[in-house]
């Protein structure tokens, strides 16, 4: 990896990540203590840690959500050895935005991933890098080449497999997004899991802790589940339309995703780090299935695009069953990752906020947190599929109320998602006082998180209170 750019400082963030000196900690420390202090930390070993994002899956086709048919089993256990949250959201219906969000713990307007096949900058500090910084030894295996190597998103990691194999692969593009492609395009979730295990067990560390993301990419188009997912979901009708065996394909490649999530879980017991295993489960975004006449994502951020299914699980440390309905944000991963483990950062570095207090039951989230949500900017006369779409769209959920910007290029939205959950009526007109404040409180995010990345550091004091009495940050 390239050195990080030195902006603020005689040190950069990676010097600082490297000695430690992020969080504040040797303030008011004398040197003994400061060495008394890192020495107990060495010795005491940190948990190991499984990130797994199945790409484009809807928190209300899992069963663990309470869905009528059982895609996601082993998620329905898990769930129940861990805790869930019932109102999570992607920051964006894209899988390259919303795993950069996942990744740094910055908006995509502070990142600046805000389509596919941009990459991250190294200027922005990742979790692997946190993490690895801290003495873990760091793997991925990724489905898709949405998330190759290429676009940044492997910074920080030792083992990146992102290597697709052209004859397994279900897609065969030679370009996209202007990049050539030249090895296949995904791999299918046997194939994932598979590699997945097999890092863990030949090429694991025994004394240091591991962190491994791994990456589904199967819930997404083309749908072409395996047996026997494809005939368990497909519509017992007799004569079902194109559209009904469509979505029980999609169905099925939910469960496939599941039943390989629960043979890479059962794996962990077999090697006996179960019981010292973090382990946290989501999805980068959901899917139109005709709601709002559309399939496919990347066009809408209504609540089918964008709200996602969020696990965690650790024996022993977070209990079992919990169940969180406050409403919260993929830019909440990495702080609340690294303070489950104990790894306490400059909160400065983050836009999301740390949720390990709220899952050990410590304190109550807070109901009305605003949720913000963006949608990638599209030239005019673009089309996805069949939609027609053009500019920009940024939304906010506070509370009932969501409100969707269409930024002069859209209609602008209001709905009270508390008597219209399928946001059918547009109440923009019937509620302009409340249009109003939600499009300020969207004006004063962009104004305070807006390319963060380049001004870290140099947050006043101003800006600092502003954003904690909106709650952005604790």
């Known amino acids: 990896m390239g050195r990080k750019k030195n902006l603020h400082g005689s040190l950069t963030r990676r010097e ?8 504040g900690l040797s303030a008011g420390l004398s040197g003994s203590l400061w060495l008394s202090g890192c020495a107990k930390r060495h010795r005491e070993k940190k948990p190991n840690i499984i990130f ?27 769930a129940e050895q861990g805790a869930s949250f019932d109102l999570a959201y992607a920051p964006a219906p894209t899988t390259g935005p919303s795993h950069a969000t996942m990744f740094t713990s910055l908006y995509i307007i502070a990142h ?12 922005c500090d990742t979790i692997a890098e946190h993490l690895s910084a801290h003495g873990y030894q760091t793997a991925a295996v990724v489905g898709s080449f949405v998330l190759d190597s290429k676009f940044g998103y492997a910074q920080g990691f030792s083992f990146y497999d992102d290597n697709f194999d052209l004859a397994k692969a279900t897609k ?13 395009f995904d791999r299918r979730a046997d194939d994932t899991t598979q590699r997945a295990i097999s890092w863990l067990k030949k090429q694991l560390v025994p004394d240091r802790p591991f962190f491994l993301f791994v990456h589904y990419f199967d819930p997404h188009m083309s749908y072409d589940p395996p047996e026997p997912f494809l005939s368990q979901f497909a519509p017992a009708k007799d004569l079902p339309t194109e559209l009904e065996k469509r979505f029980g394909k999609y169905d099925g490649e939910i469960a496939f995703a599941d039943h390989e999530i629960g043979k890479l879980l059962e794996t962990l017991g077999q090697m006996g780090v179960e019981e010292d295993t973090l382990v946290v489960i989501t999805a980068d975004h959901g899917e139109g299935l005709m709601e709002h006449d559309h399939i496919g994502h990347a066009v809408n951020i209504y609540e089918e695009a964008v709200r996602i299914p969020l696990l965690f699980r650790w024996p022993n440390h977070i209990p079992q069953g919990r169940v ?3 409403p919260v944000e993929l830019v909440d991963l990495t702080p609340t990752i690294l303070d489950l483990v104990g ?4 909160s400065a570095l983050f836009q999301g906020q740390s949720l390990v207090s709220a899952l050990r039951g410590k304190t109550t989230p807070d109901k009305n947190r605003p949720v913000f949500l963006h949608r990638r900017y599209y030239n005019e006369g673009s089309r996805v599929g069949r939609t027609e779409v053009r500019g920009e769209k940024f939304g906010i959920r506070a509370g009932a109320w969501k409100y969707i910007d269409g ?3 859209n209609p602008n939205e209001l709905f009270d998602l508390s008597a219209d959950p399928q946001e059918l009526t547009n109440l923009y007109t019937a509620f302009p006082k409340k249009a109003a404040e939600l499009a300020s409180q969207i004006e004063e ?3 305070l998180h807006a390319r963060a990345y380049s001004v870290r550091g140099k947050i006043s004091e101003e800006d600092l209170q502003r954003l904690k009495s909106l709650g952005y940050i604790e």
């Open 407 to 409: 930024q002069k290029k």
């Open 343 to 346: 790894i306490r950062p400059n």
């Open 172 to 184: 065969r593009p030679r370009y996209w997004r202007g990049h050539r492609v030249d090895k296949g």
């Open 16 to 23: 600082m990540l490297k000695y430690g000196l992020y969080g």
């Open 52 to 78: 797994i994002s199945i790409d484009t899956t809807r928190r209300d086709r899992c069963s663990v959500y309470g869905y009528e048919r059982d895609t996601t089993p082993n998620l329905r256990v898990f």
């Open 112 to 123: 600046g991933v805000w389509k596919n096949g941009l990459k991250l900058s190294p200027e």
């Open 445 to 447: 995010w962009k104004r």
């Open 324 to 326: 969180l309905s406050a």
